[in-house]
């Protein structure tokens, strides 16, 4: 064995040339554990659970949101596309009806003062929206 050369079971560092085995991440001795690979598994599955669960709950929400839009959307058609005479004040509430030919018809007039065929309530916002109350 050269003079130069150390053992095996020594930690040398030639760059430094300094003994560092107590600054080494990992075992140095013979009698040091084995390292061993952390089985991340059921980590990365638990995880996943989590995150597809809260994708799902996203996305439900998101369909949730465009469902009522494309109800709003079909109120304000409903209500636009009916027949009605006169210029409707924002902020007022009317009463969607059919007449005989099931046309619809928008009046002034409260269901509890008619007996028209009564489609329901619309709020005509101040974005020109039409929202429907609550019967």
Same mark, same amino acid.
């Given at each position: 064995?050269?003079?130069?050369? $150390?053992?095996? !079971?020594?930690?040398?560092? #030639?760059?430094?040339?300094? %003994? /560092?085995?107590?600054?080494?991440?990992?075992?140095? +001795?013979?009698?040091?554990?084995?390292?061993?690979?952390?089985?991340?598994?059921?980590?990365?599955?638990?995880?996943?659970?989590?995150?597809? $669960?809260?994708? !799902?709950?996203?996305?439900? #929400?998101?369909?949730?949101? %465009? /469902?009522?839009?494309?109800?709003?959307?079909?109120? +304000?058609?409903?209500?636009?596309?009916?027949?009605?005479?006169?210029?409707?004040?924002?902020?007022?509430?009317?009463?969607?009806?059919?007449? $005989?030919?099931?046309?619809?018809?928008?009046?002034?007039?409260?269901?509890?003062?008619?007996?028209?065929?009564?489609?329901?309530?619309?709020?005509?916002?101040?974005?020109?929206?039409?929202?429907?109350?609550?019967?």
């Amino acid at each position: 064995m050269s003079n130069n050369k $150390k053992p095996d !079971q020594v930690v040398f560092n #030639e760059d430094t040339k300094k %003994y /560092d085995a107590a600054l080494k991440p990992y075992a140095t +001795n013979l009698g040091a554990p084995a390292i061993e690979i952390t089985d991340t598994t059921t980590w990365k599955n638990k995880n996943i659970y989590k995150a597809n $669960k809260q994708i !799902q709950a996203k996305y439900l #929400e998101l369909k949730a949101e %465009y /469902d009522k839009m494309m109800q709003e959307l079909e109120y +304000n058609n409903l209500v636009y596309n009916a027949r009605f005479n006169f210029e409707p004040i924002i902020g007022e509430t009317y009463h969607l009806y059919k007449d $005989k030919n099931s046309e619809p018809f928008l009046s002034i007039i409260a269901p509890d003062h008619c007996n028209f065929d009564y489609v329901g309530s619309f709020y005509l916002n101040s974005e020109q929206l039409w929202k429907k109350t609550e019967d």
